[in-house]
């Protein structure tokens, strides 16, 4: 049974039908804002940690939604905020290690016995990783979920012109990584 | 109608790549990463049981008490509350005992007749005269009459015959 995102809402505001109605939230959603995070954060087991994480605040939080945006975009901004407030907790780890999370990533994408594709879609991961993070995201949004420009700028909050530089200057620095040498 | 606007914005989004990344546009937009099987299956439950854990845990939800307006409520009650014990232990203080050198001194003086009556109330007396009518002699003197009339009414009343049969 698939209920659009306003019945599911109205469901949840019943008391006995806040399991039923956030178990079909969290079906209908989970693929997408997983994904999000796993281009983001590349690790399974970290995805999987801040995909409940995610869902736990949505749980938490899912009352005081004001229909003023759509429910995927909330979700996404939420999904979105958890994977980089991650990799800056990372990041503050790694500056007293003198290691970077860059390159940690690469290197999980190499040996990540999950990942697949040939040497070229390889490439291509690691081009978005050497991204700086919102970046990355502003590429993500665009070029995966195939967002439109107004959407992401309720999502991430920013302007549909300084989203569309960003996009633009990320695409083209792909575009020198993938024809650059290896 | 929404498919046409998908589609529209699909060509959107194709055209613009192409014009920005050439390269880019004409690799295959593959999902490289993979997940086990199941996972998405099983992940939905995961979540439930871990809210219910969670729930389980916590017992009372306490998080509205960091919304602010019941933050700053609160550290108003606070503040009341810090206020209040203040002054009342400001007030324990000042009815503390007198010290135990004031009160020798104050036993060492010798006390003339006109401070005592001075210093007992109306009523204090009037209690005292009341306690006063009824004395102890008075309630031996009725004691006794009583028991004059009791041995009166056994000599008149009572055979010495069944007392000794009694006995």
Known sequence: MSLSDEEILARFKEKDGQNYAFNLLVRKYQQKLYWVIRRLVIDHDDSNDLIQNVWVKVWQNLDSFKAESQLYTWLYRISANEALTFLNKKKKRFLLKLDDVESELSQ???????????????????????????????????????????????????????LKASYHHAAKKIEVYLTGPD | MEIFKEMEEFDEFRNELEGISPVLSRLPRVNSFKVEDNYFEELPMVVM??????????????????????SVAMAVCMIAVIFGSFLLVRNINTDKPMPVAQVQQLLAEPLSDESVIENVSTDDLVEALANAESTPTDAQKKKAADKKELENYIIDNVDESSIIDAL
């Open chain 2, 49 to 70: 049981d871990r809210i219910h854990a969670r729930k389980q845990r916590r017992g009372i939800d306490w998080s509205w008490l960091l919304q602010p307006k019941w």
């Open chain 1, 108 to 162: 999980k994408v190499e040996h990540d016995p999950g990942m697949t594709g040939d040497e070229m879609v390889m490439k291509l991961q690691k081009a978005i990783i050497s991204l700086p993070e919102k970046q990355r995201l502003v590429f993500q949004m665009r070029y995966y979920d195939e967002m439109p420009y107004e959407q992401m700028s309720q999502v991430l909050k920013t302007s549909v012109g300084a």
